[in-house]
Nanobody, 115 residues
Framework: QVQLVESGGGLVQPGGSLRLSCAAS????????MGWYRQAPGKQRELVAL???????NYADSVKGRFTISTNSAKNTTYLQMDSLKPEDTAVYYC?????????WGQGTQVTVSS
């Protein structure tokens, strides 16, 4: 089992920045990849960014050049630095982990981009 706890969401003006954090606990050694998904009202959950234990990174086209995913192995924490935020980035952001052939999700954190 892997447990994920997100933090760092909130309200920000367009063009602003936020950093999300996801702290993992449990069977850390079994984690293959970690990342972030988001779900806006009335829309399906979509991938934002993903990083594997081998260091491969994928971003959604809509966030390339604006968002950066990173990890701190010592703290078992994954981060999503979000810059140049747009109103269309408004969504609930979920931390994701793939481990032991299973998907794990955090509880979600709200990000609202509005003036």
């Amino acid at each position: 089992q892997v447990q994920l706890v997100e933090s760092g969401g909130g309200l920000v003006q367009p063009g602003g920045s936020l950093r999300l954090s996801c702290a993992a606990s449990g069977r850390i050694s079994s984690i293959y990849g970690m990342g972030w998904y988001r779900q806006a009202p009335g829309k399906q959950r979509e991938l934002v960014a993903l990083i594997t234990s081998g260091g491969n990174i994928n971003y959604a086209d809509s966030v390339k050049g604006r968002f950066t995913i990173s990890t701190n192995s010592a703290k078992n924490t994954t981060y999503l630095q979000m810059d140049s935020l747009k109103p269309e980035d408004t969504a609930v952001y979920y931390c994701y982990s793939r481990a032991d052939g299973r998907n794990y999700w955090g509880q979600g954190t709200q990000v609202t981009v509005s003036s």
